[in-house]
Structure formats: structure tokens, C-alpha cells
């Protein structure tokens, strides 16, 4: 299965903030949204990942300061992204490798999704129990 058939039919509002945003309003975000990670746009394009991750390890870093600082200075950049026609075990395992839990959905040179590790597991447990279902069919059958 292809990333493009894992989000097709399902709804592609993207939340984002820019790398102009102070930490602590993309914090709000994240808590008010109740997600993991934002995409940081400019211009149409992604520049960075904003995760609760880049707001912990700055507020070690700095402390409270953290908050007043724009998300460019503490975003993830360049942001690791995907195609469409990526396969889902390949994001799955890039995800893993990398340390990330989420990754633009990038088609030329436009986002078209946000995908999290939570979507690609989702896909992965259903089509694992689609087979066990079938598997079970096949013997009560045999």
C-alpha cells in the first residue's frame, strides 16, 4: 500500500505554523489540537517540523525564555518528507530509523498530508488482521 491510499478519502486539513511564530503560541497548538508536531511553512513550502520534542529539548536548554523565541530558531530543519507513492513499510521504516514520528506528504513541491507513525501502525495492524481473518476462513474451510 502507498501513502496516497493510506490518507485517500480522508480529510487533508493540514495544521501548521510559521517559522515567524513564537514557540509559545505553536505550543498552544499543539496542546489545543491535541498533536504531536506541526509543519513549519513558508512561502508554500515546508521548512521545518515544529514537535513536542524541539519545545522540550529547548526549554532544557534555555528554560522558560524558550517560549519567546520564534519557531525558526528551535524547528527541525530541513524537514524529511515523503511522495505519495512512497510505500507505507518503507515510511514506516524510515520513520523508525530517523527517531521521527511525523513526515510531510510532499507532491511537486506541494503538501498535500501530515502523516504521524500512529497512521502508518493503524494500516499495518488492520491489513495484519484482514490476513489472520482470512487465514482463519481458509482453515475452517479446508
Do not use: N, W
Request: charged letters at 25%.
Amino acid at each position: 500500500m502507498t501513502i496516497a491510499s493510506l490518507i485517500a478519502g480522508r480529510e487533508q486539513t493540514i495544521i501548521g505554523c510559521s517559522p515567524d511564530q513564537l514557540v509559545s503560541d505553536a505550543a498552544a497548538l499543539l496542546a489545543d489540537k491535541r498533536i504531536g508536531a506541526l509543519p513549519v511553512m513558508e512561502g508554500g513550502e515546508v521548512v521545518g517540523i515544529f514537535s513536542e520534542r524541539d519545545l522540550l529539548y529547548c526549554i532544557a536548554k534555555v528554560g522558560a525564555e524558550a517560549l519567546t523565541k520564534p519557531i525558526r530558531d528551535v524547528m527541525t530543519s530541513p524537514a524529511i518528507s515523503i511522495s505519495p507513492g512512497e510505500k507505507a513499510l518503507d515510511t514506516l521504516a524510515l520513520m523508525t530509523r530517523r527517531r521521527i514520528r511525523h513526515l510531510p506528504v510532499v507532491d511537486q513541491g506541494k503538501m498535500v498530508a501530515f502523516v504521524s507513525i500512529g497512521d502508518i501502525v493503524k494500516y499495518r495492524i488492520e491489513k495484519i488482521e484482514a490476513e489472520a481473518s482470512q487465514l482463519r476462513d481458509y482453515i475452517q474451510l479446508a
